[in-house]
T-cell receptor, first 109, second 116 residues
Framework: RKEVEQDPGPFNVPEGATVAFNCTYSNSASQSFFWYRQDCRKEPKLLMSVYSSGNEDGRFTAQLNRASQYISLLIRDSKLSDSATYLC??????????FGTGTRLQVFP | NAGVMQNPRHLVRRRGQEARLRCSPMKGHSHVYWYRQLPEEGLKFMVY????????ESGMPKERFSAEFPKEGPSILRIQQVVRGDSAAYFC??????????????FGAGTRLSVL
């Protein structure tokens, strides 16, 4: 079983839609989680950290449920520029990031 | 305020040649990480280095791969006698500090290695 698992998608949504991605992790010793965004043939870029209390950054909301070992990302009012692959990432005290394989989002006009 | 710099961006090698990938961390960062991304797959951790020290190389293949981060100069990922299966994007990341604090890693643009 992979340490971080995501639905690969693709999710095809119209502009203005709300879309949610989910991610599960297997190692309960994980310390922190992040969502990174990766555009085609580019490097991953940090989108936001994920906290148990939930955190919001503009149109993006992230949530961590430690009891269920589940992480979510909600994108409201989708824009064409949101089209990318969204990577769920765990950080353990070994200092390395553990990446999910990513969920592809395609926003169409 | 330069970010993580990797070069070359693209590298073509024939089977059996050596590949050298370079990474200069962000200014002030002393922790460097290398990740590999095979086509249609997620990023996989390879190695974590601090200046002159390899901290964790649990993701490095046992043969042909080595990494260093000298006191002066960039970090180098070296692949000897490349094979077609080494074709991938190699990303370097750097961070400011670890040891219990949240580790925000910033990535370079990557080196795309193609082995003919």
């Amino acid at each position: 079983r992979k340490e971080v698992e995501q639905d690969p998608g693709p999710f095809n949504v119209p502009e203005g839609a709300t879309v949610a991605f989910n991610c599960t992790y297997s190692n309960s010793a994980s310390q922190s989680f992040f969502w990174y965004r990766q555009d085609c043939r580019k490097e991953p870029k940090l989108l936001m950290s994920v906290y148990s209390s939930g955190n919001e950054d503009g149109r993006f909301t992230a949530q961590l449920n430690r009891a269920s070992q589940y992480i979510s990302l909600l994108i409201r009012d989708s824009k064409l520029s949101d089209s990318a692959t969204y990577l769920c990432v765990g950080f353990y005290n070994t200092d390395k990031l553990i990446f999910g394989t990513g969920t592809r989002l395609q926003v169409f006009p | 305020n330069a970010g993580v710099m990797q070069n070359p961006r693209h590298l073509v090698r024939r089977r059996g040649q050596e590949a050298r990938l370079r990474c200069s961390p962000m200014k002030g960062h002393s922790h460097v990480y290398w990740y590999r991304q095979l086509p249609e797959e997620g990023l996989k951790f390879m190695v974590y280095l601090q200046k002159e020290n390899i901290i964790d190389e649990s993701g490095m293949p046992k043969e042909r791969f080595s990494a260093e981060f000298p006191k002066e100069g960039p970090s180098i990922l070296r692949i000897q006698q490349v094979v077609r299966g080494d074709s991938a994007a190699y990303f370097c990341a750097s961070s400011l500090m670890t040891s219990g604090l949240v580790n925000i890693q910033y990535f370079g643009a990557g080196t795309r290695l193609s082995v003919l």
